[in-house]
């Protein structure tokens, strides 16, 4: 069986495994404190042109969701998102066991519309009753989106704007920050990206990494004790140096952007096979995440050899997603695109 | 410098390791539904003689204590610990972030005394105003302690009696369960530990793995739901096979218990020639983790090649930490021994 | 000035006042603890024919709300609602704060549909992913609504027939119950009501105390220690005997029904007179709440005699709310239709 | 019977009850936005010095706590409060739902000591672990304190020295502030303890209010949004006016402080025959609580014809409470007195 089910069903990329290999011998104080730890973050300062930015090492998605919006907001604060919004379907009420309300905003492909972000916080102070409401605290959005596609330059700069305009924080999910930046036809690079936000992280676990997230406050920004609310979300990692060694790997000689720039690679050779064969793609997705439209007779026929997922029925057709990552062997898309 | 500072700054162990490079290019279904993770998990039932037991896989241990703490409680309950638990000291207020206060009682070199459980809940009850307080509605105990101490099995047997009177679950801290389960002069074992508690947790960030921390409920006893609480908590591992290899392979052949058995033996090693030498211990620990009173002229001689933890002052001498691990060689220990 | 702004903006019923100044020296036990509380508690289960009922007074809507459902639902459960529920949108996030996600379905005039509702269940069980969402736990809707619309008989016993099905507890807002009750042509009486859910509260503040709300679980069905559940929602009153008069008073000789029910009559005189002579009603609400499109003319000309509120544009009309309560004077309604 | 079980079993003082009687046929704006609210904010801003004070007004005193708690802290920490303080032992678990510790001094007669305060907070920053625990936030006392001791004038500002020093803000409960206020020897005017601290309350529910408890935060530092942080809390009252009409009458001319110099008044009557006929005080309260050991016997004596709570046995002695408070007729005390 060839997997196109998900990018974290691999183990971690073998320059990872070698390292961890080297350094497993040798001692470490924990809890982030260590040398490998030192080394990625400063890593991650320069490739993010931010040489000031605050670099904290998280082990998974939902927990870094859940605890940078709760460091960032007041008490009586929501987020912002849109409706399909990992925050808001997939994270099991994380951000609600800390107290705050998901405020849902249309999704267009996963993403979010500056008109209509704006529109909604006009709307808001427009009501006479807001204080009655939960007050916007943080816009959350995600490069790339949970639905393959990504924001422009300029999507990314009007939904900034607003976000400074209203004095909100613009948050970004980075799970899949790699596949984001290296996506056909993206015009946004890491440190503009660091530029136009408040925090992001870059995703490890779905990039290349077995674990870990690096979360950024580029602006030297960091909340206070942002250490504290770390250990208080349970997401501080005893030997914190599994994930500094990880990311000083991911962050030597651009490796991050080498495996993701090959998952999407693959990605468009699939892409490709599926329009010129006649398939229709639900959307038309410029990273590792393709959703394609695929009759019954198909699923079953591709099934027997291949693994993937069946998102949801569209009228007779079922909605597929072949997601491709670091570990995606070019031979496997050829056996794909054969059987298609 | 040669290392005692705590039993998480060394790697994982070779074998683990091992596992971890020949697995590496497999693929596996993600969240802990994969093959390494139900191995690892019937493995665990059978150590605990338990074939029913539910076993879940968590990344670290504030992590797990909240998680299994929230879960276990209704909203008008807190948890009963020792004054020096950690869950009342070290994890940032993680508990009363979900909600719950944590109870205190006096603490016996880190140990709960069942008389004085007994005495504290029949006062809860006795007092007429008990509806306006916080319910009692779990009992946390650790294994071995913070401070190195292990509960006896006739110790173990009052608290659980106590427990089941009050229809209270008892949950035991494992974070250091190895070293408790094989610390000299110890007659508990893991089965009968399983016996007496309602969950527990199988420590493996600090006895050998690199992450990792396995939540038994040993009568089938989970709450419903319980995976969706951990993904809640922000404590489900996307690429679950890390905790599965690693535990899989901790439980093969007993490797659990070899590794801290090697611990707990250079531990008192080191306690005999504390001993001999004339220190004097600040307590009597019968597991890896060793403190003696040191004048200030022998710490800052002992700094110089040694590195360990001066935990605070006891009149003119400090409490100093020495830790041992799987990782520690006999050689270490002669070293320090000689230096003595 | 006459104010049709809100059926929270006069005193309490005069009955109400007689009882509190004749009641006023005498001594009672605080927290709900007196006789005014227990003889109020059987006139409750007296009215809804449930004599094994458990009653709590508290003291307001949102309050209320965020206790019941907090005491209702496991920590990973959220509540099911329409968009234009009170707590989705009014109560700055009191659900939130308690841990507990809402979850939305579309408002009809702020009624929910049972076959939507069926569908929503049906969909989140067919979900693969189910185990990364959260579940849900109870159903809220609200009798009168928001929007002065009343579930039928058979829309209540659909939506009750569903939550039977997927075990989930059906909660009913009553804060404008009797209003609800009273509606011109319901035909669901307080019996009924009571049961077809498992937990209701029936409105004082709304409805001619000062405040008040009288929870009522009709199957004896309370959760454990509610009481305490309360106290820790800073929901308890020291001196219950301020809501125990008062809905002692209340539910004597169905004063409460009395004063509803000249409430929505005043209401039904005002329909008619706006119906009568032209003006487009925004909704047809058998309550005590009336929502009128008036332009902006009128609007100005009203302002000047008349309180009420102007909700939202609706086109170049103004979406305008006119409220009856039990001290509306027929004359003041005279005034009002003298003047359209 | 004649009781002395508490200073909230009662209704309400008369002069209340006659606004009361007198508003009740009037309109007024909800949510504490009327004019009676006005009125009452601006005659607590004269009695308190403060013309630029934020005051708001809620029910009870638990909710109180929590609310103004859980506004002043960030997530990460706790507030520091004396063993015995009324958020550690009977509200339930309010603060901790909140999602914040209590971290514990010693209790000295109900009062916290300003040197143990201040080497909590030295030895707090000197452990070289502080990250991994719940920062101190605020520092609660209460004026009078549960057991009915009053902080002098210099103890208060030792502990607002401290605070200031260390950044944390002050919050005095004044559940009983006019006992406090007009305690025997009191050296404290209401102008300068809202001088030493951030924000304190003027307890309505236990000094002639039905209820109402209103917050002053002296130097116009309320936190942003704390409307809806109360909203929040569900502690909004929708008739707000309640709240105002008694607070503006208790503030005029004195009331409140009449009220309470004779409770006091009564209690050192009573204290004083307590002690000539030889009976032992339990502390020696100033305030209108008075702590006595009686045998067995008397206790049983006094019981046929006195209301009055037994706390807690001390020896073969029980430490009885005996409580006046503005409703206790000088009769009353002349009963007991001749009975004792």
Known sequence: ?????????????????????????????????????????????????????????????????????????????????????????????????????????????GKMDSGELAQ???????????????FPGIVYITQATEMGSVYSRAELQAISDICHRYELPLFIDGARLGYGLMA???????????????????????????????????????????FTIVKQHGALMAKGRLLGIQFDTLMQDGLYFTLAGHAVQQAMRLRDAFVRKGYKMYSDSPTNQQFVLLDKATVERLEKDFVFEQWYPVGDMMNCRFVTSWATRPEDVDALIAAL
């Open 184 to 226: 056909q036809g993206s015009d946004v690079s890491l440190e503009q990206l660091a530029d136009l936000c408040d925090v992001f992280y870059i995703g490890g676990t779905k990039c290349g990494a077995y674990c870990g997230e690096a979360v950024v406050f580029p602006h030297h920004n960091a909340p206070a004790h942002f």
């Open 120 to 134: 909604w916080l006009h709307d808001f102070y427009a009501d006479p009753t807001y204080d009655h409401m939960v």
């Open 1 to 109: 069986m060839i997997s196109f089910e998900s990018d974290y069903n691999n183990g971690c990329h073998e320059a990872i495994l070698k390292r961890l290999i080297e350094t497993n011998n040798e001692c470490a104080t924990g809890y982030g404190l260590d040398d490998y730890c030192t080394a990625a973050k400063e890593k991650i300062r320069l490739a993010c042109g931010k040489p000031d930015a605050d670099v904290f090492f998280l082990v998974g998605g939902t927990q870094t969701n859940a605890t940078v919006i709760d460091a960032m907001l007041q008490s009586y604060q929501g987020v912002l998102a849109v409706e399909t919004g990992h925050i808001n379907v997939h994270e099991s009420g994380a951000i609600e066991f800390g107290g705050h309300k998901v405020l849902t905003l249309p999704s267009h492909d």
